[in-house]
């Protein structure tokens, strides 16, 4: 037997743990024709801190074994190893790179790239693929506001030069919890007219820190404010961005408050750049997953704080959170239907809780009892206002896409209308709800068709 020691070197500041996950593989006969060996998985979804000092020893038989770990950002770090009379060390670096340390957390998830200017253009392709997919999926383009999906080859997409920031007040207001919500965004949407037009006030706030490309923001709350909603509007010359706020987030092992960050990115072409941040000491790597949208190395490091977040709930969008992707990875593992249950219920004021009731009494269901039990959480959560998760306000959509039939009342068809604009301006991309509530780029045209595969 021998030892393997790996090792994760984060190069992040001193705000927040972190950890990656990754697999240890026996090579099985290397010698053979192909070169490659037969991998046999030994440790699977292995959690690595990058605390300082911190190392895993792993036992092992003597031979070719193979190291393989993914990064939220999507760096995939592998390495052969021959162990034999002497142990041996794997260190992972990451290569995520950033010219500040204020910057690094949004590297090491992903959501900012200072590689190259290649690996920029490939990340910005695929966001307008996306944003072309939301736009045309199921809907019939109009005259009044048809969106061009490739418009930055045609000259039509600006260069953000200016950016200002500003929180809003909801607390009066549609954004709060409520059922004008949906409405509310459905018309300033539908005309294009941004923030100006809901009747919000706003409070312009400066940055913390920022250099000629980049600004971030930290926003921190009360535990007496949990449950009141804080949006922030980015506006530039190419339109408008909502961004709801996961805050207050208390850090999962109650040693205080996560901060949340924003960073907000200047001096690209099209929509401006957006990166939010939570420095949750216990979670915040699982965050940073979901954020790369790897589910199921979130779900492996949720799944240590599991009991954390749901027997005490004193974390409702952490638990929210958890839920989201242990849901997606296991529905059917865990005691989901109590913890979900309370989570909608205890947490009235969290559209996310009863979206997540709904989600699971639809794919678990094994009577119309439990259809109907969906049908009414998704009443509660549309009364309750825009989901705090990106993931929730998809969720809501195809829910509604399923249940509005079977409801008589006709209240779910009419919600599934006013969603469904809200969610063709979301950005699925990012983690916590962010929405285009102006954009400059309309091209005021008939199309000539458009088809939806």
Not at 354 to 374: M, N, R
Request: charged residues 25%; contains cysteine.
């Amino acid at each position: 037997m021998s030892t393997l020691k790996l090792s994760y070197t984060a190069m992040l500041d001193e705000v927040g743990n972190n950890a990656i996950v990754l697999d240890v593989m026996k090579v099985n006969d290397p010698e053979n024709s192909t070169g490659k060996g037969h991998l046999e998985m030994v440790r699977e979804n292995l959690i690595l801190s990058g605390d300082w000092d911190r190392s895993e020893h792993i036992h092992l038989e003597d031979g070719h074994y193979l190291v393989r770990a993914r990064l939220p950002n999507g760096e995939v770090f592998t390495q052969d190893v021959e162990l034999g009379a002497e142990d041996e060390t794997v260190e992972i670096r990451s290569e995520a790179q950033s010219p500040h340390d204020w910057m690094m957390w949004h590297a090491f998830q992903g959501s900012v790239d200072y590689r190259t200017d290649e690996r920029r253009s490939q990340l910005q392709d695929r966001k307008m693929m996306s944003s072309a997919a939301r736009q045309f999926g199921g809907k019939r383009a109009t005259q009044q506001s048809w969106v061009e999906p490739f418009a930055e080859d045609s000259g039509l997409l600006e260069r953000v030069d200016s950016v200002e920031v500003f929180t809003l007040e909801p607390s009066a207001s549609p954004l709060g919890t409520g059922g004008k919500t949906w409405a509310t965004l459905q018309r300033v949407i539908s005309s294009n007219t941004g923030s100006q037009a809901m009747d919000i006030s706003g409070h312009p706030i400066e940055p913390e820190i920022q250099d000629e490309r980049y600004e971030l923001y930290r926003f921190e709350s009360e535990y007496g404010d949990l449950g009141s909603r804080r949006f922030v509007v980015v506006k530039s010359n190419s339109g408008e961005r909502m961004v709801s706020l996961p805050v207050p987030w208390p850090q999962v092992d109650h040693s205080g408050e996560a901060p949340c960050e924003l960073v907000v990115e200047k001096g690209g072409t099209g929509e401006v750049g957006i990166s939010v941040a939570i420095r949750d000491r216990l979670v915040g790597s699982a965050l940073a997953y979901l954020t790369s949208g790897d589910i199921a190395a979130s779900a492996h490091l949720f799944e240590s704080a599991r009991m954390m977040l749901f027997e005490k709930m004193s974390n409702p969008l952490g638990a929210a959170a958890g839920a989201y992707v242990m849901l997606s990875d296991n529905p059917e593992s865990g005691p989901w239907q109590d913890w979900i249950y309370n989570l909608m219920n205890w947490m009235e004021w969290l559209p996310d809780g009863a979206i997540q009731y709904a989600w699971l009494k639809t794919h678990l269901a094994e009577s119309d009892d439990d259809l109907d039990k969906a049908r009414e959480a998704l009443k509660k959560a549309g009364a309750r206002g825009v989901p705090y998760f990106s993931l929730g306000l998809s969720w809501l959509r195809d829910l509604l896409v399923l249940h509005a039939g079977e409801d008589d009342s006709g209240e779910l068809a009419e919600l599934l209308k006013q969603v469904q604009t809200t969610a063709w301006r979301t950005d699925m991309q990012q983690t916590f709800t962010t929405i285009d509530l102006r954009r400059e780029r309309i091209v005021e045209r008939t199309p000539e068709r458009v088809s939806v595969g």
